[in-house]
Nanobody, 123 residues
């Protein structure tokens, strides 16, 4: 199973980006998918997760209302729509999938990881 994250880039504060996470390999349906981010010198932190049925949880209060998770199960793809981006959102964003259907908030709860995509927000 491979996860491919994409969609990162350089954006000005207040701008938007949509990250994508596509799973490939075997017949993997990604029951639960999470997004994490890691800024330079900081630990990896939970951003959001979505279950197979579309249930969602979000991490820090700072992303609530600005970030939205959706998924297209037919395409085995999860999207993280990020709006009103702030310089503090700058980080490498990773998508991860777990075999369990329950969403997790800790990195060690996930079984598969994508390579990360860099998001840089300029002030």
């Amino acid at each position: 199973v491979q996860l491919q994250a994409s969609g990162g880039g350089l954006v000005q504060a207040g701008g938007s980006l949509r990250l994508s996470c596509v799973a490939s390999g075997k017949s993997f349906s990604m029951p639960a998918v999470g997004w994490f981010r890691q800024a330079p010198g900081k630990e990896r932190e939970f951003v959001a997760a979505v279950s197979w049925s579309g249930g969602r949880i979000y991490g820090e209060d700072s992303v609530k209302g600005r970030f939205t998770l959706t998924r297209d199960n037919a395409k085995n793809t999860v999207y993280l729509q990020m709006t009103n981006l702030k310089p503090e959102d700058t980080a490498v964003y990773y998508c991860a999938a777990r075999r369990a259907q329950v969403m997790g908030v800790q990195p060690n709860e996930y079984d598969y990881w994508g390579q990360g995509t860099l998001v840089t927000v300029s002030s």
